[in-house]
């Protein structure tokens, strides 16, 4: 790839959405990075709108439990010896999955296809949508999340 001045930036369509509905907020280093990096993408002829992806507690608990159903059916066809390797933070997130019945993980897959078909409809309109992947971009690398004496799932901050 070229550097930024040589990609066709002007008159690109981004959506920004600078909180995504869970988990901690931007910390100000990451906020601050966050701003110049739209600040410079303003600068090149990108035409900036920030969004709401408009996401609530309940997609997040259907995605949750789904990704808590495909841990245990992956660990299901690992080898005893890779399954105890496992973080202990994952089997404890993983353990309430073991009572989601098929009905649940039926309703809950529904609930993220309409969803996944909501955002699509609303992503449609940009060429590109820019947000940070978490609020705090720094942390040790033995770490799973920027704290983790939190759940694997953060409450809404």
Known sequence: LGSAAELPLQGLRAGVI???GYGIGMDDETGRLFEQTLATLASLGVELTRIDPGLRDEDFDALDRCLMARCLSELSTCEEEA???????????VRPGRSISAETYFTDFEHLSATASRLATLYDEYDAIF???????????EDYAPATPQALRYPRC
């Open 83 to 93: 399954r105890e390797r496992l973080l202990p933070q994952i089997q404890d997130w």
């Open 131 to 141: 947000s940070p992947v978490l609020g705090t971009h720094q942390f040790a690398a």
């Open 18 to 20: 600078e909180y995504p």
